[in-house]
């Protein structure tokens, strides 16, 4: 197993492990997203970057020793399929999430009709729960397509080492 393929399926590991009980909590109390929001960003920013700083050690070993793992043109090729296969998935989210904000969420909004001295004016309210519920389903896509890219990047080289 390459070093790429170990650093994906790490990042795999840590996503799955702060995200899930992220969102089984924001999708029955969705009004408390916020506070968790900020608590798994930054317990993400601190796992990746103590993930970074020991495959920085590694590496760092490695040279010294003369085994430096070098990036060449396959696994550039990889990453690059990755990365787009995980962008064209991040931009149907993004699509299906704002077709579903236009056309499913005012299904579930309340007439509010408000009279002022210059006339009645109607208007359409939403409960913030389904608001936010929403927000946290496109958070969702953005994480699954994060995952989604891990995941290309090992499938990858999995397929290469397969091939006689």
Same mark, same amino acid.
């Given at each position: 197993?390459?070093?790429?393929?170990?650093?994906?399926?790490v990042s795999?590991?840590?996503?799955?492990?702060?995200?899930?009980?992220?969102?089984?909590?924001?999708?029955?109390?969705?009004?408390?997203?916020?506070?968790?929001?900020?608590?798994?960003?930054?317990?993400?920013?601190?796992?990746?970057?103590?993930?970074?700083?020991?495959?920085?050690?590694? $590496?760092?070993? $490695? $040279?010294?020793?003369?085994?430096?793992?070098?990036?060449?043109?396959?696994?550039?090729?990889? $990453?690059?399929?990755?990365?787009?296969?995980?962008?064209?998935?991040?931009?149907?989210?993004?699509?299906?999430?704002?077709?579903?904000?236009?056309?499913?969420?005012?299904?579930?909004?309340?007439?509010?009709?408000? =009279?002022?001295s210059d006339?009645?004016?109607?208007?359409?309210?939403?409960?913030?729960?389904? #608001?936010?519920? =929403?927000?946290?389903?496109?958070?969702?896509?953005?994480?699954? =397509?994060?995952?989604?890219?891990? #995941?290309?990047?090992?499938?990858?080289?999995?397929?290469?080492?397969?091939?006689?």
């Amino acid at each position: 197993m390459s070093i790429h393929e170990k650093s994906a399926w790490v990042s795999i590991v840590a996503i799955l492990g702060l995200y899930i009980p992220y969102f089984m909590v924001v999708d029955v109390h969705p009004l408390q997203g916020l506070y968790r929001f900020w608590v798994v960003g930054i317990g993400m920013a601190v796992i990746m970057g103590v993930f970074r700083a020991v495959d920085a050690i590694v $590496q760092v070993v $490695q $040279q010294r020793a003369g085994t430096m793992v070098v990036v060449d043109e396959l696994d550039r090729l990889i $990453q690059y399929k990755a990365a787009l296969l995980s962008g064209v998935i991040l931009a149907c989210v993004v699509v299906i999430w704002v077709i579903g904000m236009m056309y499913v969420l005012p299904l579930h909004a309340t007439t509010m009709v408000e =009279t002022t001295s210059d006339g009645v004016y109607s208007h359409a309210a939403w409960p913030i729960t389904d #608001v936010m519920r =929403t927000v946290h389903w496109l958070f969702a896509g953005f994480v699954a =397509t994060n995952l989604l890219y891990y #995941v290309a990047i090992i499938v990858q080289y999995r397929s290469m080492r397969d091939e006689p």
